[in-house]
């Protein structure tokens, strides 16, 4: 918000707001407010000029592998592949999903939801997680819903990972 700041050596800052920053020389500031007062030497990482509801800079920022215009993308599931949210669905490796409700706003619910990392996918989840899938979805339908997830129409289920997004071998 509106805090003060000064850091030396190999520190970090995460400025928002009208914060107020001294930043020696080998100090990453990452700027997310044209309003922080910023003085001396740190590296700007100027955050203002993101526009994180665009899917190809959400998935950008995320560090998320995207092929042939296809987001990786993961989703916490229980011990029979499931969500029990909203419309219960499971996801059956090697097939397609598609919501049945798929509405393009920026909202929760209305499509299917998915996470840039299993972790994330599991902070997000109404249900018992048992199990994680990782999933394939088109970038250009992405309708990114803040920091922890995105929403699609569909996705193609390419295979069950462990928590650390490691393909599980063998699983079922």
Excluded: N
Aim: proline residues 3%.
């Amino acid at each position: 918000g509106s805090s003060s700041v000064v850091a030396w050596e190999s520190s970090s800052v995460v400025a928002w707001g009208s914060s107020s920053v001294v930043a020696g020389r080998w100090v990453a500031v990452h700027l997310w407010s044209q309003r922080v007062t910023l003085t001396g030497d740190g590296h700007v990482i100027d955050m203002t000029a993101l526009d994180l509801s665009d899917p190809e800079v959400w998935c950008a920022y995320h560090g998320i592998h995207v092929d042939d215009g296809r987001a990786l993308l993961y989703k916490a599931v229980d011990s029979d592949l499931r969500t029990t949210s909203h419309i219960p669905t499971t996801y059956t490796i090697g097939q397609e999903v598609a919501a049945t409700d798929w509405q393009a706003t920026a909202q929760c619910g209305h499509g299917l939801h998915f996470s840039p990392s299993p972790s994330q996918a599991r902070s997000c989840a109404v249900s018992i997680v048992e199990r994680y899938v990782a999933v394939s979805a088109a970038v250009a339908d992405l309708i990114p819903l803040g920091d922890d997830k995105c929403k699609a129409p569909a996705c193609v289920v390419l295979h069950e990972v462990d928590q650390w997004g490691d393909q599980i071998k063998g699983a079922k």
